[in-house]
T-cell receptor, first 111, second 113 residues
């Protein structure tokens, strides 16, 4: 059965800390892995990863994929209270255009 | 830019009532999806439509029906609502160019009492 597992489920840190969020997957016919940030409403796109070992960066956020070990990490450096959100990982299968989402990691950044 | 528009934003139903959630996208995307999001469960795929005129079941299709009337619109129908269908529902459409990106509607919070 295809599944996407994120860890930790929740995390509380202080401003300025660095956090690492994990996403592991068991999905046949993997096509891509996507990270989303969800604040109060709809998820917003962060990164798409298709190749192992190539880091994607956007400001203080970065992500990398390991297709051999079937996981991805999302790093956030120098966290700010605005980073508080649920971070969702999704794996795309090419067959049937399906996306499988993990349960998400709830990040709370305390001033 | 409207993107993905979902209606209604909130709804309360009695058990056994029916309703249709509407979703429209103005980005000319082929693929559209309906998800439900429950605490601790992430986003689970209910139904999806890879292109106009086609629909397929996702992970949790029971109790739902969908209709892809045209390229823009993809509706989700609850024929006989049950308390287990209390959830937040998201519609999404997918863009595939150099990257794959999902655009989400703002969600519908449905409570079935």
């Amino acid at each position: 059965e295809d599944k996407v597992v994120q860890s930790p489920l929740s995390l509380v840190v202080h401003e300025g800390d660095t956090v690492t969020l994990n996403c592991s997957y068991e999905v046949t016919n993997f096509r891509s892995l996507l990270w989303y940030k969800q604040e109060k409403k709809a998820p917003t796109f962060l990164f798409m990863l298709t190749s192992s070992g190539i880091e994607k960066k956007s400001g203080r956020l970065s992500s990398i994929l390991d297709k051999k070990e079937l996981f991805s990490i999302l790093n956030i450096t120098a966290t700010q209270t605005g980073d508080s959100a649920i971070y969702l990982c999704a794996v795309e299968r090419p067959t049937g255009n399906q996306f499988y989402f993990g349960t998400g990691t709830s990040l709370t950044v305390i001033p | 830019n409207a993107g993905v528009t979902q209606t209604p934003k909130f709804q309360v139903l009695k058990t056994g009532q029916s309703m249709t959630l509407q979703c429209a996208q103005d980005m000319n995307h082929n693929s559209m999806y309906w998800y439900r999001q429950d605490p601790g469960m992430g986003l689970r795929l209910i139904y999806y439509s890879a292109s106009e005129g086609t629909t397929d079941k996702g992970e949790v299709p029971n109790g739902y029906n969908v209709s892809r009337l045209n390229k823009r619109e993809f509706s989700l129908r609850l024929e006989s609502a049950a308390p287990s269908q209390t959830s937040v529902y998201f519609c999404a459409s997918i863009r595939r160019l150099f990257n794959t990106e999902a655009f989400f509607g703002q969600g519908t919070r449905l409570t079935v009492v």
